[in-house]
């Protein structure tokens, strides 16, 4: 199983950014999917968390500034990051709990990242 993702890349502030994850290889189904980030120096932080049904939460740090949002058919998790201030400056990541058959148990699966830098 793969996730890659896209979108990221250089903004200025006040700007927006979308960014994608797909999911890719032997996957029977894929369960919840999230967004995470890290800033130099600092812990990976979770951002949003969206289920199979649909269902979303979001961190404190960017709740209202973002959505998250996903298409099934493509097991692809998207991002829409909004009002991006230079503190939004990380790498970002995303995460699936896939199944890879029927009764396997889930597993989580990350994706390599994509940088986002916001600045003037």
């Known amino acids: 199983v793969q996730l890659v993702e896209s979108g990221g890349g250089s903004v200025q502030p006040g700007g927006s950014l979308r960014l994608s994850c797909a999911a890719s290889?032997?996957?029977?189904?894929?369960?919840?999917m999230g967004w995470y980030r890290q800033a130099p120096g600092k812990q990976r932080e979770w951002l949003a968390s969206?289920?199979?049904?649909?269902?979303?939460d979001y961190a404190e740090a960017v709740k209202g500034r973002c959505t998250i949002s996903r298409d099934n058919a493509k097991n692809t998790v998207y991002l829409q990051l909004n009002s991006l201030k230079p503190e939004d400056t990380a790498v970002y990541s995303c995460?699936?709990?896939?199944?890879?058959?029927?009764?396997?148990?889930?597993?989580?699966?990350w994706g390599q990242g994509t940088q986002v830098t916001v600045s003037s």
């Open positions: 995460n699936a709990i896939v199944r890879l058959g029927v009764g396997l148990p889930y597993k989580a699966y």
């Open positions: 969206i289920s199979d049904s649909g269902r979303t």
């Open positions: 290889g032997s996957i029977f189904s894929v369960n919840a």
